[in-house]
């Protein structure tokens, strides 16, 4: 018998545990850590620009051409694209879960490609983008001045400069973009009646200054094929592009017949300024410079966010005067304080599991053994977990404290049979005891595990996004239980034949008093089992009876994806009516800012105004903010949580005029959704006016 090679050579069953400890103690240090296993679709993102055009103009030039090559592509879920106002394209492929990334960007990028000879020249000019794209908003970094001597104009700038490129190549980073990017530019404010005095127009304008603001390449001199008596040669530097205000201003727009020259400076005036202004960020109400940090997918949170960090604080200390960085939105803080809770939860069950060990067998060699061989299963469960790719996330540790429950009975087992066999025959040795024991109970082991097996392998092959989840639950739960009967036929009978003694007379004391209690209750509970079967329809009856009330409350209660977690964080939607600008959306701003301000819970507040967050584009009449709330150990009353604090500010955002504001929490896994709650699309499978859809959606939520 397998037990019976273990039990005359313990060392072996000890010597395999200790190594499958170590390997599963290595495991442990190596296993990333996250919120939720990676359910998250892969995306490939298309975008483009379409200079001074219309969201109608976007949809027909781009969308149409590029969607009609792109629809069909290789493991694709949908698609979703966005036109905007503001020129911009943006078209988002999601793919099946496990696929490739890199091989469902080539994919999209050949269908780009066969579309883009049909797309306008601008569009062409200004280049198609195609890169694989995670939604997961990995955090967010306001750069702000203090004292706000620094301009978001300077800030900005600087960001770009100095900060950007580190961001983006920390490993693990998928993308890091500004919310308000405000790049230096020259700007010309063209004086348009002078300039339509002097017979002019601004294509003249635009084209002289294309012209004259030039790398250009002159060429060299002394170059062959001239003669080898040439001693020098000369490459031609010429001042190239033009950098200041006065270099723009002597640009030449026109030379007259009498000699004298119309230049730039004549009928403009020019400034350095920001490129493009639809958009503004703050921070605390103060000017700031925002970055969006989206992680690259398949990368873990907890160590790209720490990355991060460690860059940020390695630049600060080149920052300018009166300059200061903060993460303003940190899932990973979350995560980190709740597989902090898991772990706690996970010594505490052990420990009472060890107890109730104790309370039951009344011995501490007996109880040392499952003690023992516990742990051994639980931490060689991470050996594969690690194998297999899977991560040590919240279902995975819950699913490892439901393990010790159910992994520890096999070494009870084996212990309490083994003292059963010890007491019916005093004059065994333990080993020998151990060997009639193990006969009796191996197949009993085995039953049972492929038992529970069957229970829990079939939840590991259930599909979609939810399968997933319990996918690694479930194995979870498989590894352990098939690592508890191992170790319940190695382990455990070695650990009996050394540790176990024979018991001489009744036991005293409280232990004695247990132990009794213990039996009276087994008794009481055989004498029921007797009298029911006696009656077997009353027990028949009491099963029906359970099985109506628990089909009568899974009715009643609530159902959902995932419970809302208070993540130390909200977001607030700004929406104006259309055509609103972008000094009516900073006002309704500066009104949620001091709403926000007044409630105790709030910390910080991140706010990006002419950025419409749901779709991700530039719009004049949106506004997005992120609200940082104190830590945990500040908020201990429920009225400071998130769910109450968005109860109480929903009534209070509607007070405010000309503007619809919405609070909403974050998704409760990073990169699934925007926000928290769910999203709804309503198509038109005819094609018809936008305008008209948008009246049948008003109109189905009022």
Same mark, same amino acid.
Request: charged letters at 15%; proline letters at 6%.
């Given at each position: 018998?397998?037990?019976?090679?273990?039990?005359?050579?313990?060392?072996?069953?000890?010597?395999?545990?200790?190594?499958?400890?170590?390997?599963?103690?290595?495991? $442990?240090?190596?296993?990333?850590?996250?919120?939720?296993?990676?359910?998250?679709?892969?995306?490939?993102?298309?975008?483009?620009?379409?200079?001074?055009?219309?969201?109608?103009?976007?949809?027909?030039?781009?969308?149409?051409?590029?969607?009609?090559?792109?629809?069909?592509?290789?493991?694709?879920? /949908?698609?979703?694209?966005?036109?905007?106002?503001?020129? *911009? /394209?943006? &078209?988002?492929?999601?793919?099946?879960?496990?696929?490739?990334?890199?091989?469902?960007?080539?994919?999209?990028?050949?269908?780009?490609?066969?579309?883009?000879?049909?797309?306008?020249?601008?569009?062409?000019?200004?280049?198609?983008?195609?890169?694989?794209?995670?939604?997961?908003?990995?955090?967010?970094?306001?750069? /702000?001045?203090?004292?706000?001597?620094?301009?978001?104009?300077?800030?900005?700038?600087?960001?770009?400069?100095?900060?950007?490129?580190?961001?983006? #190549?920390?490993?693990?980073?998928?993308?890091?973009?500004?919310?308000?990017?405000?790049?230096?530019?020259?700007?010309?404010?063209?004086?348009?009646?002078?300039?339509?005095?002097?017979?002019?127009?601004?294509?003249?304008?635009?084209?002289?200054?294309?012209?004259?603001?030039?790398?250009?390449?002159?060429?060299?001199?002394?170059?062959?094929?001239? *003669?080898?008596?040439?001693? $020098?040669?000369?490459?031609?530097?010429?001042?190239?592009?033009?950098?200041?205000?006065?270099?723009?201003?002597?640009?030449?727009?026109?030379?007259?017949?009498?000699?004298?020259? &119309? =230049?730039?400076?004549?009928?403009?005036?020019?400034?350095?300024?920001?490129?493009?202004?639809?958009?503004?960020?703050?921070?605390?109400?103060?000017?700031?410079?925002?970055?969006?940090?989206?992680?690259?997918?398949?990368?873990?949170?907890?160590?790209?966010?720490?990355?991060?960090?460690?860059?940020?604080?390695?630049?600060?200390?080149?920052?300018?005067?009166?300059?200061?960085?903060?993460?303003?939105?940190?899932?990973?803080?979350?995560?980190?304080?709740?597989?902090?809770?898991?772990?706690?939860?996970?010594?505490?069950?052990?420990?009472?599991?060890?107890?109730?060990?104790?309370?039951?067998?009344?011995?501490?060699?007996?109880?040392?053994?499952?003690? &023992?061989?516990?742990?051994?299963?639980?931490?060689?469960?991470?050996?594969?977990?690690?194998?297999?790719?899977? #991560?040590?996330?919240?279902?995975?540790?819950?699913?490892?404290? &439901?393990?010790?429950?159910?992994?520890?009975?096999?070494?009870?087992?084996?212990?309490?049979?083994?003292?059963?066999?010890?007491?019916?025959?005093?004059?065994?040795?333990?080993?020998?005891?151990?060997?009639?024991?193990?006969?009796?109970?191996?197949?009993?082991?085995?039953?049972?595990?492929?038992?529970?097996?069957?229970?829990?392998?079939?939840?590991?092959?259930?599909?979609?996004?939810? %399968?997933?989840?319990?996918?690694?639950?479930?194995?979870?739960?498989?590894?352990?239980?098939?690592?508890?009967?191992?170790?319940?036929?190695?382990?455990?009978?070695?650990?009996? %034949?050394?540790?176990?003694?024979?018991?001489?007379?009744?036991?005293?004391?409280?232990?004695?008093?247990?132990?009794?209690?213990?039996? /009276?209750?087994?008794?009481?509970?055989?004498?029921?089992?007797?009298?029911?079967?006696?009656?077997?329809?009353?027990?028949?009856?009491?099963?029906?009876?359970?099985?109506?009330?628990?089909?009568?409350?899974?009715?009643?209660?609530?159902?959902?994806?995932?419970?809302?977690?208070?993540?130390?964080?909200?977001?607030?939607?700004?929406?104006?009516?259309?055509?609103?600008?972008?000094? =009516?959306?900073?006002?309704?701003? =500066?009104?949620?800012?001091?709403?926000?301000?007044?409630?105790?819970?709030?910390?910080?507040?991140?706010?990006?105004?002419?950025?419409?967050?749901?779709?991700?584009?530039?719009?004049?009449?949106?506004?997005?903010?992120?609200?940082?709330?104190?830590?945990?150990?500040?908020?201990?009353?429920?009225?400071?949580?998130?769910?109450?604090?968005?109860?109480?500010?929903?009534?209070?955002?509607?007070?405010?005029?000309?503007?619809?504001?919405?609070?909403?929490?974050?998704?409760?896994?990073?990169?699934? +959704?925007? +926000?928290?709650?769910?999203?709804?699309?309503?198509?038109?499978? =005819?094609?018809?006016?936008?305008?008209?859809?948008?009246?049948?959606?008003? +109109?189905?939520?009022?």
């Amino acid at each position: 018998m397998l037990s019976s090679i273990f039990v005359d050579r313990p060392r072996l069953a000890i010597v395999i545990a200790i190594v499958t400890t170590i390997a599963g103690i290595l495991a $442990l240090y190596v296993i990333p850590f996250a919120q939720y296993p990676d359910i998250v679709p892969p995306q490939v993102q298309v975008t483009t620009t379409y200079p001074g055009a219309n969201s109608s103009v976007v949809d027909t030039s781009i969308a149409q051409p590029i969607e009609a090559q792109v629809v069909g592509v290789d493991k694709m879920i /949908y698609m979703k694209s966005v036109s905007g106002d503001d020129g *911009s /394209y943006t &078209l988002i492929c999601s793919f099946e879960l496990g696929t490739n990334p890199d091989i469902n960007t080539v994919n999209v990028n050949n269908r780009v490609q066969v579309a883009l000879s049909s797309l306008p020249p601008e569009v062409q000019r200004q280049g198609v983008s195609v890169k694989k794209k995670s939604s997961a908003l990995l955090g967010v970094v306001a750069l /702000y001045s203090p004292k706000h001597t620094h301009d978001p104009l300077f800030l900005s700038n600087y960001v770009t400069i100095n900060l950007l490129d580190q961001i983006k #190549s920390t490993p693990g980073v998928g993308d890091a973009v500004l919310w308000g990017p405000q790049d230096y530019a020259m700007r010309a404010w063209v004086k348009t009646d002078r300039l339509t005095g002097l017979g002019l127009t601004t294509g003249d304008v635009i084209n002289a200054i294309q012209a004259q603001n030039v790398q250009a390449a002159v060429g060299r001199i002394g170059a062959r094929p001239i *003669s080898n008596e040439q001693q $020098l040669q000369l490459n031609i530097q010429t001042k190239g592009r033009l950098n200041t205000v006065a270099d723009f201003e002597k640009i030449v727009l026109r030379t007259n017949p009498d000699g004298s020259v &119309l =230049r730039l400076g004549d009928v403009a005036r020019l400034e350095l300024g920001a490129a493009n202004l639809d958009r503004d960020t703050l921070f605390n109400g103060g000017p700031a410079a925002v970055v969006a940090i989206y992680q690259s997918p398949v990368a873990n949170a907890i160590t790209t966010l720490k990355s991060v960090r460690a860059k940020l604080e390695t630049a600060a200390k080149r920052f300018p005067a009166d300059m200061a960085w903060k993460v303003t939105y940190d899932p990973t803080q979350f995560v980190t304080d709740t597989i902090h809770e898991v772990r706690k939860t996970l010594i505490e069950a052990f420990i009472l599991v060890v107890l109730v060990v104790y309370l039951f067998l009344g011995s501490v060699r007996a109880t040392l053994i499952p003690t &023992l061989a516990v742990p051994v299963s639980l931490i060689g469960t991470f050996i594969v977990l690690l194998a297999i790719g899977y #991560s040590a996330n919240t279902v995975s540790l819950l699913a490892i404290v &439901l393990a010790i429950g159910i992994v520890v009975d096999d070494a009870i087992v084996v212990v309490e049979n083994v003292e059963r066999v010890m007491e019916e025959h005093p004059e065994l040795s333990p080993a020998e005891a151990t060997k009639r024991a193990m006969a009796e109970i191996t197949a009993p082991i085995i039953a049972i595990t492929l038992v529970l097996l069957s229970v829990f392998v079939p939840v590991a092959f259930i599909p979609g996004i939810s %399968g997933e989840l319990f996918r690694q639950f479930a194995v979870t739960i498989a590894v352990s239980m098939l690592l508890s009967a191992i170790n319940a036929l190695t382990l455990s009978p070695a650990l009996c %034949g050394i540790l176990l003694k024979p018991h001489h007379g009744p036991r005293r004391g409280p232990i004695g008093a247990a132990m009794r209690a213990i039996d /009276y209750v087994r008794d009481a509970y055989g004498a029921a089992v007797g009298r029911l079967l006696r009656i077997s329809l009353v027990g028949l009856a009491l099963v029906g009876i359970s099985l109506a009330g628990t089909y009568a409350l899974a009715k009643v209660t609530p159902t959902g994806f995932l419970p809302e977690d208070d993540q130390g964080a909200l977001f607030v939607l700004a929406q104006l009516p259309g055509g609103a600008s972008v000094g =009516r959306t900073i006002d309704v701003v =500066r009104k949620t800012e001091a709403i926000l301000k007044g409630e105790a819970a709030v910390q910080d507040v991140t706010s990006v105004i002419g950025l419409n967050f749901i779709d991700n584009y530039s719009q004049s009449n949106a506004a997005f903010m992120v609200v940082t709330l104190k830590p945990f150990e500040e908020r201990k009353d429920r009225s400071l949580g998130v769910r109450s604090l968005i109860e109480r500010l929903g009534p209070e955002f509607r007070e405010i005029p000309r503007g619809t504001v919405v609070p909403l929490a974050p998704p409760p896994i990073i990169g699934l +959704g925007s +926000g928290g709650g769910f999203a709804y699309v309503l198509q038109d499978l =005819r094609g018809g006016d936008p305008k008209a859809l948008a009246q049948v959606l008003r +109109g189905l939520l009022v």
